[in-house]
């Protein structure tokens, strides 16, 4: 099923979000939801007519990052460059680049990671949401299933090649 566009920014960057109170309970049994625009943040319900929706477990690799770094490719509506990513997610990364994205700018976003043999990721959008001097937080706001699976993998064998406490947890 696909999730609705963002009825303030007309985006589709949408995840569901938890249901809040009585009221939104009582409206998912019939098929009205909450969701969450992830880059302008508005919240709304939609109607998903005759879907259910699974009760969601994120896997613990979603919650670590890899403390590697590794070079990076970015383009932008506004910018394009390239730089060094490093704390590594499922969710996100930071990205240490000279070239400049602005915050809430949208990137395409291209890793050169490592597993056993040379392994780009690709990540179709990842949203800058925050900015300290040259650091620039990623959050991933879209990317394909297939290189989500290489990227669990690439983090997964770095969980086991390293130290557990090297790979901190994410809050
Ligand atoms: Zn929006």
Known sequence: MEFPSCPSCNKDFVRRAHRQGPAEVLFSLFYLYPFRCQLCTQR????????????????????????????????????????TAADISMRGCALATDTRPAQGEVLRLKLDLQNGRPETIEVEAAVVRNVVGRQYGLEFLRIHSREKEQLGKIIEHHLHSRPMQQARLVS
């Open 44 to 83: 709304f319900l939609a109607l998903q007519w005759g879907y259910r929706y699974k009760r969601y477990t994120p896997d613990r690799r979603e919650y670590l990052r890899i403390p590697v770094r590794v070079h990076a490719a970015f383009l932008g509506e506004e910018s394009r460059g390239e730089g």
